[in-house]
C-alpha cells in the first residue's frame, strides 16, 4: 500500500463497495429468514439500497474512494467532538480537549483536502496491515508445537 498509493486506494474504494454490497445481501437473507412483520420492510428497503450502492460503488471506483474519505473524515470529526465534550463531562480537559480540537481538525482536512484525506487513509491502513501481520506472525510462532508455555 506505501509503495503504490494511488491503486491502494482504488482498491480499498471497492473493498468498501463489496462490504457495503455484501451488507445488503445479508440484510435481504434476513428479511427471507425473519418472520417479525413489522421491521421487514425496512430491512428489505435497507438491503435493497445497500445492495445497489454496493453495486454502484463497485463500478465507480471514483465515487467510492471520495465516499470512504467522506466517511473517514466525518468519523475523526465526531471522534473529536466527542472528546471535547467528554472533557468537560470527566474533567481531564487539559488532555481531552485539545486532543478533541486536534483530532477535528484532523477529520475535517480529510474531508475538505482530498490529497490529505487519500493519504492518511492509505497509510493508516498500510500501518495497521503491518502491524497486523507482525502479531500474526508472532502470534504464529508463539503457537508453534513446543514453544507454549
Known sequence: MICSPASSFAALGFFFGLV?????????????SSRNAANRGWHL??????????????????????ILRMIVGIWF???????????????????????GIITAIFGLLIIFNTAFGSVTIIVFTAIAFIITGIFNAWLGYIMKPGLSR
Open 20 to 32: 457495503i454490497l455484501l451488507a445488503g445481501i445479508a440484510e435481504l437473507l434476513r428479511v427471507t
Open 77 to 99: 470529526l465526531f471522534g473529536g467532538i466527542s472528546l471535547i465534550s467528554f472533557s468537560r463531562t470527566i474533567g481531564w480537559a487539559w488532555l481531552l480537549m485539545p486532543g
Open 45 to 66: 428497503m435497507l438491503g435493497l439500497v445497500d445492495l445497489l450502492l454496493g453495486i454502484v460503488l463497485m463500478g465507480h471506483i471514483a465515487a467510492s474512494e471520495v
